[in-house]
């Protein structure tokens, strides 16, 4: 349990200079501790997380970087909100926090590239059958979920996309997904806005998507715009914590 607790402490350190700088006294939240109590009754995803060898989703070389990063499910959102935020480089894009969390936050893309970045070379697979590595930038989620400072109630972390699924019968259906609190915290769990070095192209969720490197390829929401903390997902969306989930898929999307 302490090596658990001191890893959490170191990596939720590592992760951001608002951390180190005491702006967020962590152990002070009882959301923080409430975490801490839960890691005695891990789930399969946090067992992936705090304990044994692979706490961390394996780092690859530049050497393996692959030439094409390969694209899936939605290319483009292609509705004409989004096509007006490509027009404009995005600079109206934000992304806002909110659900159970005490500070709600609404955050530019400017104020996202400004917060401390973390890059890492990884692993993507998707269970269509396919892998491909490639080099993310972005700024890791820990530090942003505890500006936004969740309750001691908030248990899961949902992603909103822009992009409509076009559903039968339910036009408003758009992709999101989720996690829970320990795995948006994980150091590698960050808003990317950058890949193999160069701004996000729109086939891979432009301007930022979510990169939690210990899950599948369905758990990587593109173009999130909002983001909600909630106690439970029955009454979200489908009820079974993402789009795929919803048909079919299992929620935990752990590799
Ligand atoms: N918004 C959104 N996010 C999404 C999807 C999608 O269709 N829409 N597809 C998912 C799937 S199944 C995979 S494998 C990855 C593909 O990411 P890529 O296009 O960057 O390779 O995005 C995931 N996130
Ligand atoms: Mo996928």
């Not at 992936?48 to 961390?56: D, Q």
Request: aromatic fraction near 10%.
């Amino acid at each position: 349990m302490t090596d658990r607790r001191n890893f959490l402490r170191r990596a939720l350190a590592g992760s951001s200079t608002l951390l180190l700088s005491g702006c967020y006294d962590l152990s002070q939240k009882p959301w923080f501790t409430g975490l801490l109590g839960q890691v005695e009754h891990l789930t399969q995803a946090a067992q992936h997380v705090f304990a044994g060898p692979h706490a961390l989703a394996p780092e690859y070389s530049k050497q393996d970087i692959a030439p094409v990063f390969r694209a899936n499910g939605t290319l483009d959102p292609g509705t004409a909100d989004y096509a007006a935020h490509v027009a404009s480089q995005f600079r109206n894009w934000r992304i806002t926090v909110g659900g159970l969390v005490s500070h709600p936050l609404s955050l530019s893309m400017d104020a996202i590239r400004k917060m401390p970045a973390r890059t890492q070379i990884t692993r993507h697979d998707c269970v269509e059958g396919w892998s491909c590595i490639g080099e993310w930038t972005g700024a890791p989620l820990a530090p942003v979920l505890a500006a936004a400072e969740p309750k001691p109630n908030a248990r899961y972390v949902i992603f909103y996309c822009a992009d409509p699924m076009t559903a039968e019968g339910d036009p408003e259906h758009y992709y999101y997904e989720s996690l829970d609190l320990a795995e948006a915290m994980h150091p590698q769990t960050i808003l990317a806005y950058r890949l193999n070095n160069q701004d996000l192209p729109v086939a891979h969720g432009a301007p930022v998507r979510l990169r939690a490197e210990r899950q599948l390829g369905y758990k990587q929401p593109k173009y999130v715009q909002r983001i909600e903390l909630v106690e439970d997902f029955s009454r979200i969306g489908g009820g079974k914590g993402g789009y795929w989930e919803d048909l079919g898929y299992t929620w935990y999307g752990g590799i």
